[in-house]
Each structure stands twice: as structure tokens, then as C-alpha cells.
């Protein structure tokens, strides 16, 4: 199956999944929506800790997003290994949740399935989406510009590549 026709699984993991991943999994879904893709991806977050687990994202990561025309309506999970077999494609928001991902990985097919965010990033610098939980309005502003900057250079490089993003 040509890259024009394969499902994609993608994952976006934080550590509590209720600020970075709920919102990079609502921009991504929004994303493929507007560019009539979504048939083609299944897309999740979760978090790397279980202190949230089945809540919706923070309130004010919601506000920030409706606020763009995002819905982050999502229900927190901690991250899981089945979450390797399960996803084409797994997103670190930082290095601490990219290490404690590895650390579960299986086998090297499966680490190899692990990009960090960042990796995607256009036109910021940044090497890690840094968490807006203790911010005021800015953090959380800056969270929605790095990811949809990220979320974008994502969808290309699936579009044009497939799976195997390292090429």
C-alpha cells in the first residue's frame, strides 16, 4: 500500500497528558479534518504518569485551544507497552518523556517508532515543548505555536515519507 492509502497511528505523549498531548493530539485531528485526511489516522495521546488518569486536559489548555478553533476533549491514559504494537508513529514532547518511553520499549523495532516532537519543528528552534503547567497564559500560548508548527511539518513528512521518518 503506497503512503497515499495506508491508516497512520499516531501517538502524542506527555507526562500527565492534560496540557502538551491532548493539545497536540486535537491539532493533529484538526489538521488532517481541514486537509479531508482524517479516514486516514488514528490519533491518541497519553501521558508517561498516571495521576490524571480519565480526566479531561486542563482547563486553561482547553480555553487556549478553543480559542484557535481547537476541541481538546480527551481523556487522559497513562502511556502503556501495548502502546508500541498499537501506534505507527510515537511523540515525545521532551527528553524526560522520550528517555521514560525507551525505557519501556520491547525491541529496536519498537524504539524506533519514537521521534521527539521537536523533531518536526519549521520554524522554532526549540528542542522540547516545555510544559505550561505551572505558566501563566504565555506558556500556554507558546505550546499551541510550537505544536502547530510541529503538527504541520509532521503531516508532511508522513505525506511524503510513510512511517520511516529517519530518512
Request: glycine content about 10%.
Amino acid at each position: 500500500m503506497d503512503n497515499n492509502q495506508k491508516e497512520y497511528k499516531v501517538l502524542f505523549v506527555c507526562l500527565g497528558n492534560i496540557c502538551r498531548s491532548p493539545a497536540g493530539e486535537g491539532i493533529f485531528k484538526k489538521l488532517v479534518e481541514d486537509k479531508g485526511l482524517a479516514h486516514r489516522f488514528f490519533i491518541d495521546s497519553a501521558g508517561t504518569g498516571g495521576w490524571h488518569i480519565g480526566e479531561l486536559p486542563d482547563a486553561r489548555m482547553r480555553q487556549h485551544g478553543a480559542r484557535r478553533g481547537y476541541d481538546f476533549n480527551s481523556r487522559a491514559r497513562k502511556f502503556d507497552v501495548q502502546d508500541f504494537d498499537d501506534f505507527d508513529i510515537i511523540l515525545a514532547m521532551d527528553d524526560s518523556n522520550y528517555n521514560n518511553i525507551m525505557r519501556l520499549s520491547p525491541d529496536l523495532e519498537s524504539g524506533q517508532k519514537v521521534y521527539r516532537m521537536t523533531d518536526f519543528s519549521r520554524k522554532y528552534s526549540y528542542d522540547h515543548v516545555p510544559d505550561p503547567y505551572y505558566s501563566g497564559a504565555d506558556g500556554f500560548e507558546l505550546v499551541l505555536d510550537l505544536l502547530e508548527d510541529a503538527c504541520g511539518g509532521l503531516l508532511e513528512n508522513i505525506l511524503e515519507q510513510g512511517n520511516d521518518l529517519r530518512k
